[in-house]
T-cell receptor
Framework: DGGITQSPKYLFRKEGQNVTLSCEQN?????MYWYRQDPGQGLRLIYY???????QKGDIAEGYSVSREKKESFPLTVTSAQKNPTAFYLC?????????????FGPGTRLTVL | AQSVTQLGSHVSVSEGALVLLRCNYS??????LFWYVQYPNQGLQLLLK??????LVKGINGFEAEFKKSETSFHLTKPSAHMSDAAEYFC?????????????FGTGTRLTIIP
């Protein structure tokens, strides 16, 4: 079955540590996205990538980094520079053949900073 | 620039009653509009989308939404609520041209169903 996988589902980090969240898709989608979700704030875009080896900052990129070396994978690193990293992180992907295609979402990773 | 406003962060309805979740958008280009549903600790699932053509859009689980350009609205409705509809619902808008296709989400509406 095609879909998006995110791992781990739950992640705990000590302050000052970098941590990487995994996102893999087998939908053959070109575009991939990372969102952060906080209660009452909806989803906010962190980074997105429309093709391999290219990515753009979203609305809240500070303290995060990404790479896009393969079409299937778009890992997100939460660095120690992110002041308040505890949140639910969602990865999404989208086919680019039509501009109105919807984004497909993974199950999410809940990150807690101890 | 695009934005979405969802009126009511929490909505409660009785089982069997009408569900109405409100969404108003702002967009400088003709919009594409989406409704997603999220169950606790899960990702988002597409309910329905408006692209072009018919302004009344039918989605999964008996939901539908009507695009009203004059009111810049895309409200979500379901004639009869079911207990399984309890979830959080997000309205989103994207632009109609490549390069302007990021999704902008509303802050969500949590729907509670009263038995």
């Amino acid at each position: 079955d095609g879909g998006i996988t995110q791992s781990p589902k739950y992640l705990f980090r000590k302050e000052g540590q970098n941590v990487t969240l995994s996102c893999e898709q087998n939908l053959n989608h070109d575009a991939m996205y990372w969102y952060r979700q906080d209660p009452g704030q909806g989803l906010r875009l962190i980074y997105y990538s429309q093709i391999v080896n290219d990515f753009q900052k979203g609305d809240i990129a500070e303290g995060y980094s990404v790479s896009r070396e393969k079409k299937e994978s778009f890992p997100l690193t939460v660095t120690s520079a992110q002041k308040n990293p505890t949140a639910f992180y969602l990865c999404a992907s989208k086919a680019r053949d039509r501009v109105y295609n919807e984004q497909f979402f993974g199950p999410g990773t809940r990150l807690t900073v101890l | 620039a695009q934005s979405v406003t969802q009126l009511g962060s929490h909505v409660s309805v009785s089982e069997g009653a009408l569900v109405l979740l409100r969404c108003n958008y702002s967009s400088s280009v003709p919009p594409y509009l989406f409704w997603y549903v999220q169950y606790p600790n899960q990702g988002l699932q597409l309910l329905l989308k408006y692209t072009t053509g018919a302004t009344l859009v039918k989605g999964i689980n008996g939901f539908e939404a009507e695009f009203k350009k004059s009111e810049t609205s895309f409200h979500l409705t379901k004639p009869s609520a079911h207990m399984s509809d309890a979830a959080e619902y997000f309205c989103a808008v994207s632009g109609s041209n490549f390069g302007n296709e990021k999704l902008t989400f509303g802050t969500g509406t949590r729907l509670t169903i009263i038995p």
